[in-house]
C-alpha cells in the first residue's frame, strides 16, 4: 500500500509547462493533491527532502523487450516482474511490455502470462498493456526478428489472438503488405494502435497507411526505407514521410548509437517535443554487465554480443538490440542532442502518455494525476522512483 500522505520538497519541480524552484510536490493515497512553490504544510505526511535534485513525472517507455536478465518472451512470470523491477531503477515507472516476431502461440502464451504477472507486479514498472511487434513484417527489414515468423497479416490468426485477449494496446506491422489496412482497421475498431515498423513503404504507401490508422512510426530510421531509389528516380521512404506528415508520432531510440547526435537532434528539430516518445527498445541485457546475451526467448533465441552500449549480432555486422535504460535517454538527448530537460522530460513523459492515452492520469506532475514520480540529480541519476505513492527504489546520489 502506499503511504497515506508524502511531501516532497526542496526540489525543482518539472511541470508540463515549466521548472519551478524550491517546489513542493503533495501526494495523497496515491494521487497528486498539490504542486507548487515553497514549503506547502501537510500534516502527518512522509516528507521527503529532494535535496534541490528534480522531481520528476515518472518515466513512460512504451516499446521495451526485457532487462534485468530476461526477456517477456521467456515465458514466465518470473521475467515479467524481473524486467519491471529493473527499470523502475532507472526511472521507468510505467512500460509497455513488447513481444518480438514469433509463433502464434508464443504470442497467446505472453498475453496469458501478462494477466497473472500484473496481478503480482508491486515492486516494479507498471504494466500499461502488451505492445505485439510483429509477426507482419517487411522481410527485407526484419532487423533481427526471426525470419522463420515473418508472414503477411493472416485474418483467422489475428482475429483470435484478439479474441483471447482485451490486453493489446499497440500492434506494429508494415503498412503495405496485403492485408495491412484490413488489419489496422480490425485494430482501430478494438481502440488499438496501430504503428507502421519493419517496413519497405514508400510516401504514397505511408500516407494511406497513416489515414488507415498507422499514426506512429515505431523506432524510427530503425527497420525502415529512407529515400530510395528504382532505377532514374528517387523515392522517400518512411523516414521521410514521417517528417512530412506533421501529425504523425514518432518513437526513437534515443541511446546515442542506434541514433547517434545528429540525427537526435534532427528528429527534434522536425518533430519536436510534442510529437517524439523516447524508447528505450531494451533487450534482457539492460542494465546487465556487457557481454554474450540472447535477444527473445531465453531457449531459442538469438545469440547476441553486448559491447560499446549495444547488443550487435555475432559477426557484428548490424545492432540487434538496445541495452538502454530511461534515464540514459533522458541523457542522450540533454547532453547529446541539446535539448532543454523540459522537452526530453515531456518526450519520456507526457508524449508517450498522450499516443497510449493514458494522459488523463500519467506523465505530467499535476493535481489529480497518479504520484508516479522521478528524483534525479543534475546528471539524470536516478536517486528515487515512486509508482502510485509507494517508493519502489532509493538511492543515495550526489546532487
Excluded at 500500500?1 to 495523497?28: D, F
Excluded at 547529446?336 to 493514458?358: C, E, F, G, Q
Aim: proline share 5%; charged share 20%.
Amino acid at each position: 500500500m502506499p503511504a497515506e500522505k508524502l511531501k516532497i520538497y526542496n526540489g525543482n519541480v518539472i511541470t508540463p509547462y515549466r521548472i519551478i524552484p524550491n517546489g513542493t510536490v503533495i501526494v495523497s493515497e496515491g494521487i497528486i493533491t498539490a504542486v507548487g512553490q515553497g514549503n506547502i504544510e501537510v500534516e502527518n505526511a512522509l516528507e521527503i527532502d529532494a535535496m534541490g535534485k528534480y522531481i520528476a513525472p515518472g518515466f513512460i517507455d512504451i516499446h521495451v523487450h526485457g532487462g534485468g536478465g530476461h526477456d517477456f518472451m521467456d515465458g514466465s512470470e518470473l521475467a515479467f516482474l524481473k524486467i519491471a523491477e529493473t527499470h523502475a531503477r532507472f526511472g521507468t515507472t510505467s512500460m509497455l511490455p513488447t513481444t518480438l516476431t514469433s509463433t502464434r502461440e508464443q504470442l497467446l502464451e505472453t498475453l496469458q502470462i501478462y494477466e497473472t504477472a500484473n496481478a503480482k507486479n508491486i515492486n516494479g514498472s507498471q504494466f500499461l498493456g502488451i505492445h505485439l511487434e510483429g509477426p507482419y513484417f517487411a522481410m527485407n527489414q526484419r532487423g533481427a526478428q526471426d525470419p522463420r515468423y515473418i508472414r503477411d497479416p493472416d485474418p483467422v490468426e489475428y482475429h483470435e489472438i484478439l479474441s483471447r485477449s482485451s490486453i493489446i494496446k499497440r500492434w506494429s506491422a508494415a503498412p503495405e503488405l496485403k492485408g495491412a489496412l484490413e488489419f489496422s482497421q480490425c485494430l482501430l475498431s478494438k481502440n488499438i494502435l496501430p504503428s507502421l515498423a519493419h517496413t519497405d513503404a514508400t510516401y504514397d504507401e505511408v500516407i494511406v497507411a497513416f489515414e488507415n490508422g498507422y499514426t506512429l512510426a515505431t523506432h524510427l530510421y530503425s527497420g525502415m526505407l529512407g529515400v530510395t531509389r528504382k532505377n532514374a528516380y528517387r523515392y522517400a521512404g518512411a523516414v521521410e514521410s514521417a517528417f512530412l506528415i506533421d501529425e504523425m508520432d514518432v518513437e526513437i531510440i534515443a541511446d546515442g548509437i542506434h541514433l547517434p547526435p545528429p540525427l537526435l537532434k534532427l528528429v527534434y528539430k522536425i518533430k519536436g517535443a510534442d510529437k517524439t516518445a523516447l524508447i528505450t527498445d531494451a533487450m534482457r541485457a539492460a542494465g546487465m554487465p556487457e557481454g554474450e546475451s540472447v535477444l527473445g526467448n531465453i531457449d531459442n533465441g538469438l545469440k547476441v554480443i553486448v559491447e560499446d552500449g549495444v547488443a550487435k549480432l555475432p559477426d557484428r555486422t548490424a545492432f540487434a538490440g538496445s541495452v538502454a535504460t530511461a534515464d540514459r535517454l533522458v541523457r542522450s538527448m540533454v547532453f547529446m542532442a541539446d535539448v532543454p530537460l523540459i522537452d526530453a522530460i515531456k518526450m519520456i513523459t507526457a508524449t508517450p502518455a498522450r499516443i497510449l492515452k493514458v494522459d488523463d492520469k500519467k506523465g505530467s506532475l499535476v493535481v489529480g494525476k497518479d504520484a508516479d514520480i522521478v528524483i534525479f540529480n543534475n546528471d539524470i541519476e536516478i536517486g528515487m522512483t515512486i509508482i502510485n505513492g509507494r517508493i519502489v527504489y532509493e538511492k543515495i546520489v550526489s546532487t
